[in-house]
C-alpha cells in the first residue's frame, strides 16, 4: 500500500486564496489536476494490492515533485509585496517558468503520472476483465449444472409417473381377476365363473335328478289351465337360469379381458423406463418412437382371445396421435 497523505494534505484552495495567486491563476489550476491524477492513480494501484518496484518508484518521484512544485507555488502567492523589488521580478519569473517545466514532465516525462495511471487501469481493466471471464465460465457451469437437473427431475418425474400408472393398472387386473397365489381369494372373473358353474350345476341337477325335477318343475294336468300355467312357469325359471348362465360367463369373459388389458399396460409401463434409459436423450426419433408405442398399449384396445374382434374393434383414441408431438426431433 502507498501512503497518499502527503499529496492529498496540500489544500490547493490554500493556494488560490493566496494574495498573489492571480499571477499563477493557471498555474495553480494545473497543479489541482495533478495532485487529483495522483490520488487517483495511487488509490487504483492500492485496490490492486500488488507490488510493483518500477511502479513505487515511479509514483515516489511523483508524489515528491508535486510536493515540491506546490511549496514553490505556495512561496510565490504569499510572498510580501515589499520584497518583491528591484531584481525579486526576475525571480518570480524563474520559479513560474520552473513551475511550468515541471507541469510537461509530471504529465508526460519518465515518471508521468499520465503514464502511471494509464497502466494501472489497463491492469485493472484486465484484472475485471478475468474475473468477468471467470463469472462467466461459472454462469456457464452453473447453467449446464441446471440444465442437467432440470433434465433429470424431467426423467424422475415420468418414471414416477409411469411407476405409479403401473401400480394402479396392477391394482385394477387384480380387481378383475385374481387367485390364492396372488394372496387373495377371488376377483370379479373369478365371481362371476363360479356363479355361471353353479348355475349349470343346478340346472342340470334339476333336469337328471327325478325327485327334484318333480318337486320344481311339477306340472298339474288336471286342467288346461293349470297345465298352461306350469309349463310357463318352467320355460320362465329355464330362461332366467340360462340367462344367469349366459351373462355369469360373459361378465367373467369380459373381467378377463380387463385384467389382461391392464397387466399388459402395466408391464408395458414397467419396461418404459428401461428402454427410454437405453435410448440417447438426444435421438428424439426413437424415443418418440417408444412414446407412441407405450401409448398404443395403453389406450388401444386390442384383441385379448377372451372377447370377439367385433367387441374390441374401437378407434385409436386422438391423445395417441398427440403423443407423436411430445419427443420431436432438435
Known sequence: MIPIEEVTSKSIEALKAGPRADGIRHQIEKLAEIQT???????????????????????TVAK?????????????????????????????????????????????????ILMLKAAVITESLRKEAAVA??????????????????????????????????????????????????GKLFGRAERWLTLGVVSVVALVIAILVPSIRNVALAVDYSSIAASVSGWFLRLVLLGTVLFLIRFSFRQYTI????????????????????????????????????????????YDCGPTGYLDSKSTDVATPS????????????
Open 133 to 182: 471471464a471467470e463469472i462467466k465460465a461459472a454462469a456457464r457451469a452453473a447453467q449446464s449444472r441446471f440444465e442437467n437437473l432440470v433434465a433429470e427431475l424431467e426423467r424422475r418425474a415420468v418414471e414416477n409417473v409411469a411407476a405409479d400408472y403401473a401400480e394402479t393398472f396392477s391394482r385394477e387386473a387384480e380387481k378383475e381377476s385374481s387367485s390364492l397365489s396372488d
Open 319 to 330: 391423445i395417441v396421435e398427440l403423443t407423436r408431438y411430445t419427443h420431436t426431433p432438435q
Open 255 to 298: 373381467s378377463r379381458h380387463l385384467y389382461t388389458l391392464n397387466n399388459h399396460r402395466a408391464n408395458a409401463l414397467n419396461s418404459y423406463r428401461l428402454f427410454m434409459d437405453s435410448i440417447s436423450p438426444d435421438d428424439g426419433q426413437t424415443r418418440n418412437a417408444l412414446l407412441l408405442e407405450v401409448a398404443k398399449s395403453i
Open 37 to 59: 491524477l495522483i490520488v487517483d492513480t495511487v488509490e487504483i494501484y492500492n485496490a490492486l494490492k500488488y507490488s510493483w518496484k518500477w511502479f513505487d518508484e515511479s509514483i
Open 64 to 112: 515528491q515533485n508535486f510536493t515540491k512544485v506546490y511549496a514553490q507555488a505556495s512561496t510565490l502567492v504569499y510572498a510580501e509585496q515589499p520584497v518583491l523589488q528591484l531584481h525579486d521580478s526576475d525571480n518570480w519569473d524563474k520559479n513560474v517558468k520552473m513551475i511550468n517545466e515541471y507541469f510537461a514532465g509530471a504529465l508526460y516525462g519518465s515518471h508521468g
